[in-house]
């Protein structure tokens, strides 16, 4: 798109955001249209696909048995990874992960560890020695927008569909016993993102938006309604005011979009 | 974690998967579905689940690379960390870098590449789950998405293995026969042109049995070739429902 | 190696090192101090030791990020690996990239990016010693760099955190609290313009208890605001004696 | 050279070949004199040097113990690499291994691999916990063309001329023994490669051929007369019948070459 | 600064040399204001920062346990890293460390080594498996010129200033005890650096004397007057006649550094 | 799997290889061996096999690095991975780096680098086996690899290494005596000019024993200084043989 039409768009997003509208017609803390599939992947221990419009998120989960980290020996440890594929858009281009993807892995990461979603004490198999380690991988397949609420929303539902093998140990080795057992998710945390427009919040920014916006916000909301992780983005700022209320509206976007998970 | 079997084809002739030797896996290809490459597709083959998106020809980053008489083909295969059963790290393996060389090589005869001097295609193919033969249906993808970002192709690219489980020569390997099996013979081919495009091969065979294979897996080509015209097509239908 | 502390407030409501939930710990600025940058800072926030530097505007390398219509800033968070209990390698961690990121848009909001087009300016922030909100300090240092430089800003930015020890709302938590706590919510503002820059947050909390952090780290900013200006102002007097 | 000699040039090796000549005088599927040099480097544990016409290879081999691959707890592990050495040519650049190295190891790889010329089940020493890992480094010190075929020899010529050091193990240690034995090399794969040229096939191309070739394909055969190994390059394409009178052929040309090894 | 003025000032500077004089008043082989500080750092196991002039360099040292290298089973291990903060000159990028951070740190690894500084046997907890690991990292905050000597000198102090905890062995595994002891140094090797100027030799040249020089020779003395340790670098020469010279007015200057430090 | 040799200098004198003390090891020298290169040499020195390969003036690339003033030298010394006792990883050490540099500033006075602004000159080192002293005889042969080259030269460098096995000083030290010695000192000298363009030293020496050991290296240059130049004479009586 030159840059020219794009100028006239986002003065047509600005103008009518100014009057409570949208481009796509959506409401302004209306999200779009949300579906979720869980276990697409069968060589995965878990994985979902979430369309949120039409950004799409494909997340897998392996697990290993590794070592626990020194300060926490009795817990299990959970990674997690972003990839912008290329393909999902032409902005996005192969190598190593850049700013953008880690800051995306570490919100989604951040949104699970600090919920408690996860319990970790249930992950330990011999404490300072073996634990089990979850990889989650999130892959941005089509990038329209919002890939925060997206991806956190596919760990999630990929996590909820992990099955942990069965496992006995040995003198001191691990043996695979049949069976599986899922993973011990106790908490359902949901990330709402908002965008800054004209100074006013809308809520699940998609591209176009996303391209107009002056900052960023995402709340991340647990089942109880409490905060659990928010991360500001972008170049410009919110007042106090604006970050009080993005929590309100938070709190309720998050019991609608959770409804979306099967546990 | 993985059990061996004693036998790839049973009393019946039949393969772990109830396949007769000369037959292929179930395959599902759809045409244009990543809304924001220039040309996408994607293949069901089996287990393996594989999209393919193509940028261009565009601009060319770094601009040192453009060439002055032609574009310039790039192809990235790249395996999602869930795809297999041990983990992959997302960084680009030695294996990966040498499959995204010979895919580019199986694409590149088939592509007009002087129609668009000083640009560059990229293509993208990510293996979302493995399964045996992710090369081949790799190239039947991308050659694809290459034709549905309106490149100008002299024909389409189909790619199919053939390979000896036990002592018989069978037609496109799952992941279990390719590595237990005794050989592994990929191919690529334009079947308008007659012409071999990608040939590799792990394993030990005989003349004959190499002859045989090359055969077969040509035979497996011609059949996705049809299916994937059929893909193909029923975008252009489609595409034309909506226009109307 | 590290003990495991029963409480973080005692039964007189003070923390482990004495302070009172709402108190700030003892901090020390300097600006000026670097004899190469442009503009620099040093800000010493409980055990925290930082240094801030600012080269630029200058010409950008690679000369292909430059912007036609502003200046591009750029911004390296990096910890010394002697800074923390267990030695840091000097490579860039995911959380320093992350942790770049955060700063560098907290402060952008506050410079006039547009005065200086095709041009970029870089500042450093060298942690040589960590010890809880290591962010924050880093934000009001950086900010007093670019002061110094002499980059045409809207305002200050400084950073404070909230957060919550044991069931008490507390202000400026320091390492232990940070990892022992139950939540840390880190500010940075522009207090001219009422401005949030940087919002984060690790931990669980209600709205009220959220409502309450927040409210107290944006007080801990105005405070630590106040320090800010003196610190320019010495270094300015300073600079006029010189000068006289 | 400038681009218009290099087109001049293509023009008379392509003219000669379709007369059945080459610019060498070599007929189309005759290979450049080969020497092979086994023992050069002392400080390896096996070492040789080939020469073929002008491309000069030299390779070496260490033995490491290391940990097998868990799917194959009791076999050795053989690791190939490959560096374009940069005073082989002006196009070769200093730097990590890029495509065309990574390649040329991972056939040279495959040939030793495939023909099953090492028996790796011998080079196991404590079933999944220790083994010989054997390194073989291919070092390009001049190229003339045709790498493959050159460091296929070189690496299987240093292969038969490694030793094993002598071991035992005492309390879950190795224990180094005095002596030596020979590594058990059992089969003799050889490459032979083809280039594709006026749509005509010529064995052995050296680096002009190479410049003006529309493929490649390498047929890598056993003792037995078996294809072990194939890899086609290049962006040209062959007819399957080139495919198989190719393979007829590199049987032909492959026991020839065999004669040049020691063992 | 223009190339103009650049090269108006290396005139000066050369043209005051050769009348044994200094742009900043100094005499030939005067060193400028040298102030150590240890410990500032509470965070490491030993810390000091050492100023130059305006060069400004501060060094910290951590102690991990970890294994011995195969040729040294009963000796510790010393790594020393160099980081060319970019806040402390324009012309420093970050990024992983260059021929220029790698050469600064090898030059004041070697004189430490070398010297016998550490007592490396002192370092070995169980001979061939476990070792204390002495990470000694410079961190250069200002560059007046003259690195090595201001960071060889703060490395120096670190080590000085260096505890280490305390430990027994239960068990096969390293448990800490409380308490600390001082790390084994017995020697104090001092770098002092020439450079060469309009064919004479200085010492200690700031920054302004290193753009003019046409070589760089470092010498590093022990507490017994030998010569431990040499670098020479920067595209110049010199001649035997100055090599001698230096080693003999470094021993004087290296008597007079070493008094900097507090043991 | 070393032994430790008790001794390394035996009761009359000589040392583990049978050398006299102020003996170089036997060397084998050899220029325009690479096909390829625009200058090139092979040096054999004890049981070092070096090569040595130089490409220029050619253009730079990236085409930033250029000079308008003069050339821009590079060197690059590798180490093949079967070249010592231990396999090296290809990739290069911090060794291999000050190695590089070291080699460089060696050979950058002998060049005048004036002749030809804006273009580069690459020499590449290839240790293909390693016996102590590589860093001298890279130098001894790269030098030879830029007259082989064509590059217009003040003089030779050449280099050799003296140092201290036992109590004495002993010229050109192979590997056991780099190891187990006490001091190594590599000097590397233009002849014609007196010039030391490489000096470094490890180990302890007294003031006496390092002059003892600079000189003896000296010494031991002018003796390498006398093949070179036969090497070099050598590769162009049999050109001449060739062109008559």
Redesign the interface.
């Known amino acids: 798109m030159s840059s020219v039409i794009v100028r006239v768009k986002q003065k047509q997003i600005m103008d009518l955001i100014a009057k409570g509208k949208r481009l796509d017609g959506r409401g302004l803390t209306d999200y779009r249209e949300i579906k979720v599939e869980q276990g697409?992947?069968?060589?995965?221990?878990g994985?979902a696909r979430v369309l949120l419009g039409?950004t799409e998120i494909?997340a897998?989960?392996?697990i290993?048995i590794g070592k626990p980290f020194?300060?926490t020996p009795n817990e299990g440890v959970l990674t997690v990874?972003a990839?912008l594929?290329?393909?999902?858009?032409?902005t996005f281009e192969?190598g190593?992960?850049k700013?953008d993807s880690?800051?995306l892995?570490?919100v989604v990461d951040?949104g699970i560890r600090?919920?408690?979603a996860l319990d970790f004490k249930k992950l330990c198999i011999k404490p300072g020695k073996k634990v089990f380690v979850i990889?989650v991988?999130v892959?941005v397949?089509?990038?329209?927008g919002n890939l925060i609420d997206a991806s956190a929303l596919a760990a999630l539902a990929a996590l909820l569909n992990t099955k942990m093998f069965n496992y006995e140990i040995e003198e001191d080795e691990v043996k695979?016993k049949p069976g599986y057992t899922p993973l011990p998710v106790g908490k359902h945390p949901i990330a709402v993102t908002f965008a800054k427009i004209n100074d006013k919040l809308i809520v699940d920014p998609w591209l176009e938006e996303e391209q107009t916006m002056d900052?960023r916000?995402t709340m991340t909301i647990?089942d109880d309604?409490?905060?659990?992780?928010?991360?500001?983005?972008?170049?410009?700022?919110?007042?106090?005011k604006q970050?009080?209320e993005a929590?309100?509206t938070a709190?309720e976007k998050a019991e609608e979009n959770r409804k979306k998970l099967k546990w | 974690?993985s059990q061996k079997p004693e036998k790839l084809i049973d009393k019946k002739g039949l393969r772990l998967d109830g396949r007769k030797p000369e037959e292929l896996r179930s395959i599902k290809i759809e045409v244009g579905i990543?809304?924001?490459?220039d040309g996408?597709a994607y293949i069901q083959q089996g287990?393996n689940?594989i999209?393919?998106?193509v940028?261009g020809p565009?601009e060319l980053h770094p601009k040192h690379l453009a060439l002055p008489d032609r574009t310039v083909l790039r192809c990235?295969y790249?395996m999602?960390?869930?795809?297999?059963?041990?983990?992959k790290s997302?960084?680009p393996s030695r294996r990966d870098i040498e499959l995204s060389k010979v895919i580019r090589e199986a694409l590149e005869p088939s592509i007009f590449l002087e129609y668009y001097p000083r640009t560059g295609i990229?293509i993208?193919v990510?293996i979302?789950?493995?399964?045996g033969g992710t090369r081949c249906a790799s190239i039947t993808a991308a050659s694809l998405a290459l034709a549905d970002a309106g490149i100008p192709m002299r024909d389409l690219v189909v790619a199919c293995a053939a390979g000896k489980a036990d002592d018989t020569i069978v037609l496109d390997l799952m992941d279990t026969e390719d590595k237990k099996g005794g050989a592994d013979v990929p191919v690529a081919l334009m079947p308008n042109l007659n012409a071999v495009t990608l040939l590799q091969m792990d394993g030990i065979l005989t003349f004959e049995e190499f002859e045989k294979a090359v055969n077969l897996a040509l035979k497996g080509c011609r059949e996705i070739y049809t299916m994937q015209k059929e893909a193909l097509k029923a975008k252009y239908e489609s595409v034309k429902e909506v226009e109307e």
Do not use: W
């Open positions: 697409l992947i069968e060589r995965a221990e994985s039409k494909m897998g989960t392996k290993e020194s300060d990874n990839e594929v290329p393909l999902a858009s032409p192969p190593p992960p700013e880690i800051e892995a570490r951040r600090e919920s408690k990889f991988d892959y397949l089509n990038h329209d695979i900052a916000l647990d309604s409490n905060v659990c992780a928010i991360q500001k983005g972008g170049s410009g700022y919110f007042t106090p970050v009080l929590a309100k709190m | 974690m990543l809304p924001n490459a996408s287990k689940k999209l393919a998106g940028f565009r990235r790249h999602a960390p869930f795809s297999v059963q041990e983990r997302p960084a990229d993208f990510e979302l789950q493995a399964d």
